[in-house]
């Protein structure tokens, strides 16, 4: 029961329908070679990996690779509804070496980013084991409710944190059937049969019914493509060999070298996993088992008659990236690219987050200097400034001169919203709501527009724009290329004051005045029981309170309606009393317990709360 609960956060950090790796066949299938890469071009303004490598920007297709005028009669407009995207991405981590910490000890922060739920998915524990001889080990941190490890946290002597990491842990295959034999598909090494397994689903007041599950060399089918061939779905949460609970050894890890070889073994979805110890050491590595590959391309399905497709194990410990005692003594993640080169190679890219988050991180650490305290972290866990939208909102301020505002009372009401720009994500801020929409809804249409062909020869599939797309788009809003300009526009200052329209025009139903358009109106959280869906008039009752929430995507605070922080701490390894805890709920799953919301209000507020429990209250013994 334990592997299962393990095995649902593999679902749920990674996924298990291969979309990302389909979408990109999909637009490479559909699109010619250049346009295909420069859609999964890199967002290089915004690169902050550990190492320093940049990746060079993807130049836009020239206009005889790509034209979108000579694409016939294509719909390039933007589907009315708005596909249903996955949850936002929002993890960070980060440790601080002992001499840049005021302990001389490592520093280590977290703040784990989910979907916000009540009771929360984590439960705030401090284990103490003692033995003949004294105290055995003692570990304090979030703990997931179904397995027996504390998932992130300190013991005293190291200290761990995890973000998702965002490699590549997956294939998709498409298998090639066997023209002799249905009941078999094509492999490099010959034709191979399908294997079966029948689950049985239970119905209530029926009778069971019956899933037959075909399954190839690689792992089950999933899906079929286009042309009704099976895909296949090789998986490290489908290996027993990648899934156990080595984690646990961490609550006993001594030092900085024992938490870098339990993450080489761990059987985990794969993490970034920045540590530190009570030496004032800190590193980076993947925890969690990596795959090795034979070669290829794995980024798009391949044929299963490719030599190349498939895993080959698992990458060897000694060959895992890692980064170790940086010269800075700083060490940051947030679902970003966090290495280059060959360490890239290796973890490959799963739809890593754009670097604007771990960038701004990464500059607030070098500004907070020596001496820093865990508290001082909390501001960092807490800064919604909006770096990534400043040149949006620059753009936006700029494309409504007089011209563009004249006989347009929209508009001009929302030249006058963006002076009061505060540059903060904050719950009283309309010029930033306002921005961020323009930005959203300039990217969808640019965004469909570039991949008509492929939404034309699919148009089942739901395409998203990758996190990686700022790069070509804002290429594309500053070179103004007539050839990618979307059609039934004179120039792309129309174009653009079309995404200002749109803008405007969708907010009016929520936002009578523009000025009225605050952030917080929409970003008020929804933190809910799962009971109160179905029984409404309960949810005042088992559900937090709504509150407007400052934070938002490509920002530290990573803050959605129902997104959040699932826990914050940061604490000073062997100093843990100085540290601090959050968690968006109470510990307590009882509506009538006084500890059912104890703790949200710190978490709203930024509040810091004690990392280490106070002095017992209550005691339970359980007795044979």
Not at 405 to 410: F, R
Not at 591 to 611: E, I, K, N, T
Request: with cysteine.
């Amino acid at each position: 029961d334990s592997l299962l609960v393990l095995l649902t956060m593999f679902v749920d950090l990674q996924g298990a329908d291969g979309r990302h790796e389909i979408q990109r066949g999909l637009i490479r299938d559909a699109l010619p070679e250049a346009a295909a890469r420069f859609v999964y071009g890199p967002a290089s303004d915004w690169d902050a990996a550990l190492d320093g490598t940049l990746l060079p920007a993807m130049p836009p297709p020239t206009a005889e690779e790509y034209d979108l005028r000579r694409l016939g009669e294509l719909d390039f407009t933007p589907p009315e509804r708005r596909p249903r995207t996955r949850s936002p991405v929002g993890s960070n981590n980060w440790a601080v070496a002992g001499a840049r910490s005021s302990t001389g000890t490592a520093i280590v922060a977290n703040d784990m980013h989910l979907g916000l739920r009540v009771p929360n998915t984590w439960y705030h524990a401090r284990l103490q084991l003692r033995s003949g001889d004294g105290l055995a080990f003692d570990v304090t941190g979030p703990t997931l409710p179904g397995t027996p490890a504390v998932v992130t946290g300190s013991n005293g002597r190291v200290g761990w944190a995890f973000t998702n990491s965002y490699g590549d842990y997956a294939d998709v295959i498409v298998v090639v059937p066997d023209p002799a034999d249905p009941q078999r598909y094509l492999a490099p090494d010959g034709a191979q049969a399908f294997e079966y397994v029948t689950e049985t689903i239970a119905i209530q007041d029926g009778e069971p019914e019956q899933l037959q599950v075909a399954s190839t060399r690689w792992g089950p089918v999933i899906g079929k493509d286009a042309q009704g061939r099976a895909l296949a779905y090789q998986w490290t949460a489908h290996d027993p060999a990648a899934v156990n609970l080595e984690l646990l050894a961490m609550a006993t890890a001594t030092s900085l070298d024992d938490a870098l070889a339990i993450a080489a073994r761990a059987g985990i979805p794969a993490q970034n996993l920045v540590a530190g110890d009570a030496t004032g050491r800190v590193a980076w590595t993947i925890a969690g088992q990596i795959p090795r590959r034979r070669g290829g391309d794995a980024t798009a399905p391949r044929l299963s008659t490719d030599p190349t497709v498939g895993f080959d194990g698992w990458v060897d410990a000694t060959l895992r990236p890692r980064v170790v005692d940086p010269a800075d003594g700083l060490i940051w993640t947030a679902n970003a690219r966090v290495v280059g080169g060959e360490m890239l190679g290796i973890v490959g890219d799963g739809g890593y987050d754009r670097g604007a988050r771990a960038g701004q991180i990464a500059a607030g650490l070098r500004a907070a200097g020596e001496r820093q305290s865990p508290r001082e972290q909390l501001a960092l866990q807490l800064d919604d400034r909006a770096l990534f939208l400043a040149r949006w909102h620059a753009l936006l301020t700029r494309l409504l001169d007089d011209a563009a505002v004249q006989d347009a009372p929209l508009r001009r009401e929302l030249r006058e919203v963006l002076g009061r720009w505060s540059g903060r994500a904050q719950v009283d801020d309309a010029a930033y709501r306002l921005v961020r929409t323009f930005r959203d809804e300039t990217e969808r249409r640019v965004f469909y527009a570039l991949i008509a062909p492929a939404r034309a020869a699919h148009p089942e599939f739901r395409f998203r724009a990758p996190a990686s797309f700022e790069g070509p788009l804002w290429q594309l809003v500053e070179r103004q290329p007539a050839h990618l300009l979307p059609p039934g526009y004179a120039d792309w200052r129309a174009f653009l004051l079309g995404a200002v329209d749109a803008t405007v025009n969708g907010l009016a139903p929520d936002c009578p005045k523009l000025a009225a358009c605050t952030w917080g109106a929409y970003n008020t959280s929804r933190i809910r029981h799962p009971l109160s869906a179905a029984l409404p008039p309960l949810a005042g009752w088992l559900d937090m309170e709504a509150l407007p929430l400052p934070g938002d995507g490509d920002m530290p605070r990573v803050q959605a309606r129902s997104f959040g922080a699932s826990q914050r701490f940061a604490f000073a390894v062997g100093h843990e009393a100085d540290g601090f805890y959050h968690m968006p709920t109470g510990q307590s799953g009882h509506p009538l317990s006084r500890f059912y919301r104890a703790g949200h209000d710190a978490w709203a507020a930024g509040r810091a709360s004690p990392f280490l429990p106070g002095p017992p209250a209550h005691t339970l013994t359980l007795a044979p």
